[in-house]
């Protein structure tokens, strides 16, 4: 079979089919790569964006009248002695004008004492907490809620007294909440898009052909 010439009547040799088909792949997978980054290129990269603070429920910041319940608990001498010490807080604070009679009150403040069960290592204890639920009197919503943990004791006494470290707590959560017109709004980070890598061809060697057979 006669060798293919060109026009100056020199001869050269054809590329095998396999250099072919490899030299076919790569053109392919550089194919793909500016169409998706083409693609990429068109969608709009989002910066830090800040997200609009959650406004609260006003009557927490318009309430001047509030009453106090005592919501109870699984002890009766611990739901007690919360009730008292988160009373004694709330005068101390001087913030509200508070009143033994619900239908003069604007929040209704419940004051739960809860225990959550825990187990570890076969071990198996009670979490106590106070719970505290702002309810609003005309519509009975509960408008927001507060808790903060009671620490454990050997001793009753010395448990009454972490009563009262949390009941006091519990009031300047509250304190702090009521200086707020809305949560203070949190900073998202976008995501950006990453720019897309070549995907590996099967043949990353240079393909060479030989333009002239000497």
């Known amino acids: 079979m006669n060798e293919p010439t060109n026009s100056n009547g020199e001869k050269y040799s054809m590329p095998s089919?396999?250099?072919?088909d490899s030299c076919l792949r790569t053109i392919?997978?550089?194919t793909q790569y500016l169409s998706l980054t083409t693609a990429l290129s068109m969608v709009p990269l989002l910066g830090a964006q800040t997200v609009s603070p959650a406004p609260l429920p006003a009557?927490?910041?318009?309430?001047?009248?509030?009453?106090?319940?005592?919501?109870?608990?699984?002890n009766n001498d611990y739901s007690s002695q919360?009730?008292?010490?988160?009373?004694?807080?709330?005068?101390?604070?001087?913030?509200y004008h508070l009143t033994t009679t619900p239908n003069e009150a604007e929040l209704a403040l419940e004051l739960f004492v809860d225990s959550l069960s825990?187990?570890?290592?076969?071990?198996?204890?009670?979490?106590?907490?106070?719970?505290?639920n702002i309810r609003d009197v005309k519509t009975h919503i509960v408008l927001w809620s507060l808790s903060e943990p009671v620490d454990r004791a050997?001793?009753?006494k010395s448990f009454f007294k972490n009563i009262d470290k949390s009941a006091a707590a519990l009031t300047k959560d509250l304190q702090s909440l009521v200086a707020e017109t809305s949560i203070p709004a949190s900073t998202?980070?976008?995501?950006?898009?990453?720019?897309?890598?070549?995907?590996?061809?099967?043949?990353?060697?240079?393909?060479?052909?030989s333009q002239k057979v000497e």
């Not at 089919?17 to 072919?20: L, T, V």
């Not at 919360?82 to 913030?95: C, K, P, T, V």
């Not at 825990?118 to 505290?132: A, P």
Request: aromatic fraction near 12%; charged fraction near 20%.
């Open 82 to 95: 919360a009730y008292s010490s988160f009373y004694r807080s709330l005068e101390a604070w001087n913030h």
């Open 17 to 20: 089919r396999k250099n072919s």
């Open 118 to 132: 825990d187990t570890m290592k076969g071990d198996s204890w009670d979490q106590y907490f106070l719970r505290l």
């Open 188 to 209: 998202v980070i976008s995501p950006q898009p990453k720019t897309p890598t070549v995907p590996a061809t099967t043949n990353q060697k240079k393909t060479r052909f």
């Open 28 to 30: 392919v997978t550089c």
């Open 154 to 156: 050997m001793l009753e």
């Open 59 to 74: 009557q927490l910041k318009t309430a001047q009248t509030i009453l106090v319940a005592n919501a109870g608990g699984f």
